[in-house]
């Protein structure tokens, strides 16, 4: 049975071979070429990819980025949309949808959204309550360096909270932009700010994310 993760994947994967090597993606900097070595160098070199979490290690993680983005890009779009090697601890199910569902989902709507035609998806009601549930259990690391309160809210009420602290700028809005606001990528998310309109802007232009 195809996973949710899997689906994002093969989606991420179709978006950078129509978008081609030198489209913008919502990754500041960084053309889908750059953004299809990231995804490679996470899943196939974890001696690298700790720089993703590990400052010290930033540059490492960097200079493989660099050496994989120029490869062919077709070769690139090939290693993501087959997926990670064996011996890579992705390649188990488990690990795989806990880790990848999001970062693909995400990385879809970076490129999706960096074009000037684009329109939101229609996410089915399991998948966005799976993203709800990743939310909700990483809202607090996401916010964690807003300076100010910070509360998610579904259009049905259920909230999680981002980051506690006065003025609270709630911000409400379908699981999957939520996802992308607390992601950092508040500009191209579809949602609505509630609070003091400072505390929204400060909300708005916040260092949210990993």
């Given at each position: 049975m195809s996973t949710h993760a899997t689906r994002e994947r093969l989606l991420f994967a179709d978006l950078l071979e129509g978008a081609g090597p030198d489209a913008p993606t919502l990754c500041e900097g960084w053309t889908t070429r750059d953004l299809a070595a990231h995804a490679v160098v996470r899943e196939r070199r974890p001696d690298a990819a700790a720089g993703l979490l590990i400052k010290p290690l930033?540059?490492?993680?960097?200079?493989?980025?660099?050496?994989f983005a120029a490869k062919p890009y077709e070769e690139l779009v090939r290693l993501v949309r087959g997926g990670p090697p064996r011996r890579s601890?992705?390649?188990?199910?488990?690990?795989d949808e806990a880790a990848n569902t999001v970062e693909f989902y995400v990385h879809a709507e970076d490129v999706r959204r960096a074009q000037p035609d684009?329109?939101?998806?229609?996410?089915?009601?399991?998948?966005?309550?799976?993203?709800?549930?990743?939310?909700?259990?990483?809202?607090?690391?996401l916010g964690r360096a807003c300076p100010v309160g910070l509360v998610l809210r579904r259009p049905d009420g259920q909230t999680a909270v981002?980051?506690?602290?006065?003025?609270?700028?709630?911000v409400t809005g379908e699981p999957g932009e939520l996802l992308l606001f607390a992601f950092g990528r508040q500009d191209a998310a579809r949602?609505?700010?509630?609070?003091d309109k400072d505390a929204a802007v400060r909300a708005q232009e916040a260092s949210l994310g990993l």
């Open positions: 930033a540059a490492r993680n960097e200079r493989v980025r660099a050496e601890p992705y390649a188990i199910k488990q690990v684009w329109t939101p998806r229609t996410l089915d009601p399991v998948f966005s309550d799976v993203l709800w549930a990743r939310l909700e259990k990483a809202a607090r690391v981002a980051r506690r602290g006065t003025p609270v700028v709630t949602v609505e700010l509630e609070g």
